[in-house]
Nanobody, 129 residues
Framework: QVQLVESGGGSVQAGGSLRLSCAASGYTYSYYCMGWFRQAPGKEREGVAAISSGGGSTYYADSVKGRFTISRDNAKNTLYLQMNSLKAEDTAMYYC??????????????????????WGQGTPVTVSS
């Protein structure tokens, strides 16, 4: 049974940093592409960043490019999202997700929620200005 458990969310002032983690279990973690998504109240879920199965390729939404870094440790079955220079508009519930298809897609296709198969429960991030 695939399980994804996020942690590391919290409240921070604008300009601050947080590091999210996602612990994966129940499947061969290193085979799957992984992504981070977020959903703010009243808004649709949006893709933030994605990383290929081996970690060699990444993709970021324009809104977080240069501020967020996605990484993975396949030995620890863990996905990370380092978030720096946080803004009030980054406030949302953050989710990690796993994609069964190991292929790396073209550009923004990698952060489309509908292409991901397994989801965690989310961790909240609140950024105060």
């Amino acid at each position: 049974q695939v399980q994804l458990v996020e942690s590391g969310g919290g409240s921070v002032q604008a300009g601050g940093s947080l590091r999210l983690s996602c612990a994966a279990s129940g499947y061969t973690y290193s085979y799957y592409c992984m992504g981070w998504f977020r959903q703010a109240p009243g808004k649709e879920r949006e893709g933030v960043a994605a990383i290929s199965s081996g970690g060699g390729s990444t993709y970021y939404a324009d809104s977080v490019k240069g501020r967020f870094t996605i990484s993975r440790d396949n030995a620890k079955n863990t996905l990370y999202l380092q978030m720096n220079s946080l803004k009030a508009e980054d406030t949302a519930m953050y989710y990690c997700a796993a994609r069964i298809d190991p292929l790396w897609y073209r550009g923004s296709e990698n952060i489309k929620p509908e292409s991901y198969n397994y989801w965690g429960q989310g961790t909240p991030v609140t950024v105060s200005s």
